[in-house]
């Protein structure tokens, strides 16, 4: 549904979120209990980003980093992942990366503390920053909702979108609520809405839709959702139902219910950047729609199931070994609805 113009050298352009992450070395023990803990390349946008590129798409990365030896190890990790880091700036007054400390508790339960503020360093990309030859030698330029909620990093994300549509490169809507930064239900719906309405496809969970259309409406459903984003020009909609799946709806009509596979879960992160790396590299590459999903959905199962975010990102052989695997046992993820 969504025609990518072949002849770019880069297949997606992240803009967003680069972090860092405190994983417990000892899992099912409370933060309390935990003395040892591990680091790794965090945020929506690098996990993302990384994803991708283990399923062997060339990514590039616009976003700002501290300027420090934290900034200096994120971009080397980024690096060493084959993304293009050229574009990435650093923090020229001091900002800091946001740090992510998780607890992770027996069942899977996962407590998330988040330490991010206005002045975190990704949010201090400025227009400057956004080079339209840049914009323009992508397919798809990958935009996060969390960098929408303050300046200067709101304004670089706005004309980047600009520039994606004067040179059509297909512009994807991450919604990524995080609610550290935004001000009022009307801000985050305000700027969700810009993002939105001039993008060929939205992913977000049920509560980040109803977010994103709070001054219009109240607590729509999954088809009535589609059915405006569609009017609006979006080709393509995931909207996310936590342990319960997806929904994948498509502006021709059909769409598709994506349940997990069945996994050993260990902890409720990551899920969702591994089903975007997972399901946009397919779709490039113009992979059918079901299977697209089919790929999501196992990337975040096995997510769940990993001890980090971006580390544990299989790569796409790893993946599709995952996938033949669980068809062999008889599971089925995919149910056209």
């Known amino acids: 549904m969504i025609q990518f ?21 000892d899992f099912g023990k409370s933060f309390i209990e935990n003395v040892n803990f591990n680091k790794y390349v965090g945020g929506s946008s690098a996990n993302t980003g990384v994803g991708l590129s283990k399923m062997g798409c060339k990514v590039g990365f616009l976003s700002c980093v501290s300027n420090d030896s934290l900034g200096d190890f994120v971009l080397h990790y980024l690096s060493s992942q084959g993304i ?8 020229k007054h001091g900002e800091m990366l946001g740090l992510a400390f998780s607890e992770i508790l027996p069942n899977g339960k996962t407590n998330l ?11 201090q990309i400025t227009c400057d920053d956004v080079d339209e030859d840049y914009i323009a030698s992508a397919k798809a330029i990958i935009i996060s909702g969390t960098a929408l909620s303050a300046s200067p990093s ?4 706005l004309k980047a979108i600009m520039l994606a549509k004067k040179h059509n490169t297909k512009v994807i809507f991450d919604i990524d609520y995080r609610a550290q930064v935004w001000k009022s239900k009307n801000e985050i719906s305000l700027y969700y809405t810009l993002a939105a309405k001039d993008s060929e496809m939205i992913m977000g969970s049920r509560e ?4 994103t259309d709070a001054i219009i409406s109240e607590g729509d459903t999954d088809e009535v959702t589609a059915e405006r984003w569609f009017n609006e020009g979006a080709k393509l909609l995931i909207i996310k139902h936590g342990a319960e799946g997806s929904c994948v709806y498509v502006s021709d009509g059909k769409k598709y219910k994506v349940l997990p596979f069945k996994i050993n879960f260990l902890k409720a992160t990551g899920g969702g950047d591994a089903y975007a790396s997972a399901f946009v590299s397919a ?19 096995l997510a769940v199931a990993a001890t980090n975010c971006s580390e544990a990102l299989p790569t796409e052989a790893a993946l599709l070994e995952f996938i033949d695997k669980k068809h062999a046992e008889g599971e089925q993820v995919i149910f056209e609805m």
């Open 113 to 123: 503390m988040m330490y991010r503020d206005e002045n975190v360093a990704d949010l």
């Open 208 to 211: 980040e839709f109803d977010l």
């Open 84 to 91: 293009d880091v050229s574009h990435v700036a650093r923090a």
């Open 5 to 25: 113009e072949q002849d770019r050298p880069l297949d997606v352009i992240l803009f967003g979120r680069i972090a860092i992450d405190i994983n417990p070395a």
């Open 154 to 157: 709101r304004e670089a994300a």
């Open 283 to 301: 779709l490039i590459k113009g992979i059918s729609i079901p299977e697209c999903a089919e790929r999501g959905t196992a990337s975040a199962s």
